[in-house]
């Protein structure tokens, strides 16, 4: 279920930032994008097993379940359909 939803979650991003990034500069983002997204593995693991040692694993699905009811709504309140917003293709 999880790997369904990072599949899903990784095309809808690639096709967010094609529909809303100029197409001279979509090579820049993607690398920004993909370097962003391996320092956040690390990261993420890194302060998963902090939390881990603090609070047990039960804390830490607790926390990022609190992030992710945050976060879900705020994501889908700002971003529109760039087809709406006036975006340009190319």
């Known amino acids: 279920m999880v790997s369904g939803g990072i599949g899903a979650a990784s095309v809808l991003n690639v096709s967010l930032r094609q529909a809303l990034v100029p197409a001279h500069l979509r090579g820049r983002v993607a690398s920004i994008a993909g370097w962003l997204g391996t320092a956040g593995y690390a990261l ?5 097993g902090v939390m881990a040692e603090a609070f047990g694993l039960r804390g830490v699905y ?9 976060l879900v709504p705020l994501v889908l309140t700002n971003v ?11």
């Open 62 to 70: 607790f926390v990022c379940a609190a992030v992710l009811a945050v």
């Open 44 to 48: 993420g693991a890194l302060l998963g």
């Open 80 to 90: 529109r359909d760039p087809r709406r917003a006036g975006y340009e293709e190319g």
